[in-house]
């Protein structure tokens, strides 16, 4: 059985679904799912998806669902461009997403809560469905899946109120760029401290480099670029003397 085996955070998994080639016919339908066991309390991270992968080679199945998602992140299981085996008659064009835990008697909380909604939110928007997208297992099954205290109207009720973070940019000093990029900054600009890349020209860059690189004083705006030329050519002019 093919698998990703693959942990995201929610973010990574916005971006990794925003770059996902889906193929020629996407998903229609989203089937959520609990694990019931493995419960919340039981998981263990990769030795739990290794260990759910090993049960379902055991039954046969040349795929499973396509995500599972808990506590620690979202792990990609089965592609989701490729039908999964997880419900039965709604397996064909579906995303299966397997809840870790056991909801019959209690609903999704904490970070699972968090990266359920948002994922499953993330999924409508990207594939262009919507809440008549969504099933449960148990549209397909006798069984409680995915589990008895999930009901629509709740669910539905949470990807409207659910609002995605927004996203920070690191602030970062000049010194922790050079040594964590490995894509150098362009030749004709500037980084500065706090990251605002400022334009130099042609004529400029032997003076700013020598400034920056000599920490004579900092570059924060287009004005600090003259005075490094500035600066430069006394320099050259003193030490020619």
């Not at 990574?12 to 020629?24: I, T």
């Not at 990609?76 to 397997?98: C, T, V, W, Y």
Request: proline share 5%.
């Amino acid at each position: 059985m093919e698998i990703l085996n693959r942990r995201l955070t929610l973010n990574e998994f916005r971006d990794y679904v925003k770059d996902y080639n889906f193929g020629s016919k996407p998903a229609n339908k989203l089937v959520i799912h609990h694990t019931w066991k493995p419960t919340k309390e039981s998981w263990a991270d990769e030795r739990s998806i290794l260990g759910l992968k090993r049960y379902y080679e055991a039954k046969g199945w040349k795929a499973g669902p396509h995500l599972f998602i808990a506590e620690d992140g979202i792990w990609l299981f089965s592609p989701m461009r490729k039908d999964g085996i997880h419900a039965g008659r709604l397996n064909p064009q579906s995303i299966g997403i397997e809840i870790v835990g056991n909801y019959n008697e209690e609903l999704w909380s904490g970070e699972t809560k968090k990266n359920a909604v948002g994922a499953i939110k993330t999924l409508l928007e990207q594939l262009d469905l919507t809440e008549k997208n969504i099933y449960f297992h148990r549209d397909a099954s006798s069984k409680s899946c995915p589990g008895w205290s999930i009901t629509k109207e709740w669910l539905f009720k949470e990807l409207k109120e659910f609002r995605f973070k927004p996203r920070i940019p690191e602030r970062r000093s000049w010194d922790n760029v050079l040594r964590n990029t490995t894509a150098p900054i362009p030749v004709d600009h500037y980084a500065s401290e706090d990251m605002v890349l400022i334009p130099v020209p042609d004529w400029a860059k032997e003076a700013v480099d020598f400034v920056a690189t000599h920490k004579l004083f900092k570059i924060k705006k287009a004005e600090d670029v003259r005075d490094a030329v500035k600066f430069y050519r006394f320099y050259l002019l003193v030490r020619r003397s």
